[in-house]
């Protein structure tokens, strides 16, 4: 049975995955553990009282802040919050993956398609896009250095898709929403289905891969 790690298990989302995860799953969150991704002391703490291996790691953090609707909406505080957050929490976890992860183990970041700067046609959410690009980027860089140390690894960014949680209640509008567990379902399915030529991609909740 595979041993499975989930950061931000007290989310609507990373919830959903412990809950239907198939194998021994060992669950972290801010609510439950106090880890704190923004304080790398805190970090090092609670990853590193980890042994390990990990079959997957599937990290499922993050913060949407009050979504900008134009340039001059921007607030340097708040934008480095959601930036703190969403960017700099992650690469302090993948600091410890190398250390946690199986050989030829896999490492899943949810992140947003929002990020995709390909995608981006209409604007607007300048600090939650700007977090998840950069995000995307560290994933992306994490991957090749995987690839190095830890043969048939995969690391790929994954968006989840709209998902009715407290996290976007407020700004699902007219996009369809579906359930955490829903959710979780689809994401396990394409994490079941990656294989090595996949790492350091970005792939949605159908397991079809989105520009960067």
């Known amino acids: 049975m595979e041993n499975i790690l989930i950061i931000g298990a007290s989310g609507g989302i990373g919830a959903a995955l412990a809950m239907t995860a198939q194998g021994n799953v060992t669950a972290l969150s801010r609510a439950v553990d106090g880890l704190d991704v923004t304080d790398p002391i805190s970090v090092d703490r609670i990853l590193g009282k980890l042994d390990g291996p990990f079959d997957s790691i599937i990290v499922a953090i993050g ?11 921007i607030d340097a505080d708040a934008m480095l919050n959601v930036l703190r957050v969403n960017a700099v929490g992650p690469a302090l976890i993948l600091r410890h993956v190398p250390r946690l992860l199986a050989a030829g183990g896999r490492v899943a970041v949810l992140s947003a398609r929002v990020g995709s700067i390909g995608d981006n046609a209409i604007g607007g959410w300048h600090s939650y896009r700007a977090s998840k690009a950069a995000l995307n980027q560290i994933v992306h860089g994490g991957a090749i250095e995987l690839a190095r140390t830890h043969k048939g690894s995969i690391c790929i960014a994954l968006h989840p898709g709209t998902v009715a949680t407290p996290f976007t209640q407020n700004y699902v509008g007219r996009h369809a929403a579906v359930l955490p567990e829903v959710a979780a379902a689809n994401l396990w399915g394409v994490i079941a289905g990656l294989t ?17």
């Open 63 to 73: 913060v949407l802040g009050t979504p900008e609707k134009s340039l001059s909406a």
């Open 196 to 212: 090595p030529e996949k790492t350091g991609k970005f792939f949605d909740f159908s397991g079809k891969e989105i520009p960067w």
